[in-house]
């Protein structure tokens, strides 16, 4: 089963409007070309508009970082499925561990918001990772599987298979330490298995999984050489256009 890679630019909270633009205009010039890797950019909320406007016309998908499971209501400060619909968003990030460490973003809340996203003809990016005590505990399969269950429940395996859900190892996020090729690639199977035992093979099949944690360009050839890995959640690396599309090429 042949997936394409996707490489998404997570910008966290970073970029005024001026300098996402500034960082569009060179993504586009230097990714020109590379058909073979789906690439996205997540801006912050503000520059979400601005950033779809410069990408008219190009291949590079927008996404946003985070969404209330509602579609609209008295949630104050909080941004709905429809209103990132709107701005032209077609990925969400949901579940990121920053999300989950600072704002009590719990499994229960990351599937309402999945399913919320789905409703609304988004597509989630669903990430799930364990943290540095839980890899040195042993129980790294055990949190990813519970994580990946509950984020997953009730979705059909249609909407399960064109989904994307990022591994993302708390330890490796921001810290310079990457997972190793195989121990990445080991639990992104793991996940692909437990997807199957879920929705089937079909589904297992077709979804995509990134790995996320210090990826740059140096390390992101032999990641997104391992079977199972479809390519990367970016964060740091992706804040600079050369960084960015370094990891871009790597994959074509
Ligand atoms: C992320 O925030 O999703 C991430 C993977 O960050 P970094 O690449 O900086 O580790």
């Not at 985070?66 to 499925?81: L, M, Q």
């Not at 499994?107 to 309402?112: F, G, H, K, P």
């Not at 990430?127 to 505990?137: N, S």
């Amino acid at each position: 089963m042949s997936r394409r890679p996707i490489i998404a630019g997570n910008w966290k909270m970073h970029k005024t409007i001026a300098e996402a633009l500034a960082l569009v205009q060179e993504i586009k010039e230097a990714a020109a070309g590379c058909d073979g890797v789906e690439v996205a950019v997540c801006p912050p909320f503000t520059a979400l508009a601005p950033v779809v406007e410069a990408l008219r016309g190009t291949d590079i998908a927008v996404g946003a970082q985070n969404v209330h499971w509602e579609d609209k209501g008295a949630y104050t400060g909080e941004i709905s499925p429809v209103m990132l619909r709107d701005a032209g968003c077609r990925y969400v990030i949901i579940g990121h561990s920053e999300r989950r460490q600072y704002f009590g973003e719990t499994d229960e809340n990351v599937n309402r918001k999945v399913k919320a996203v789905f409703a609304q003809g988004l597509t989630p990016i669903m990430c799930v990772g364990e943290t540095l005590a839980e890899r040195e505990a042993g129980v790294t399969e055990k949190v990813v599987r519970t994580q990946t269950e509950a984020g997953l429940a009730a979705l059909t395996g249609e909407q399960v298979a064109g989904m994307v859900i990022a591994y993302e190892p708390v330890w490796a996020i921001g810290t310079g330490k990457t997972a190793s090729d195989e121990d990445a690639q080991q639990v992104i199977s793991f996940i692909r298995g437990i997807v199957a035992g879920l929705y089937g093979d079909s589904a297992a099949g077709r979804v995509r999984i990134q790995y996320g944690g210090s990826v740059k360009p140096e390390n992101a050839a032999g990641l997104m050489a391992k079977p199972d890995i479809d390519g990367a959640l970016v964060g740091g690396a992706s804040l600079e256009a050369a960084s960015f599309t370094g990891i871009i090429r790597a994959v074509v």
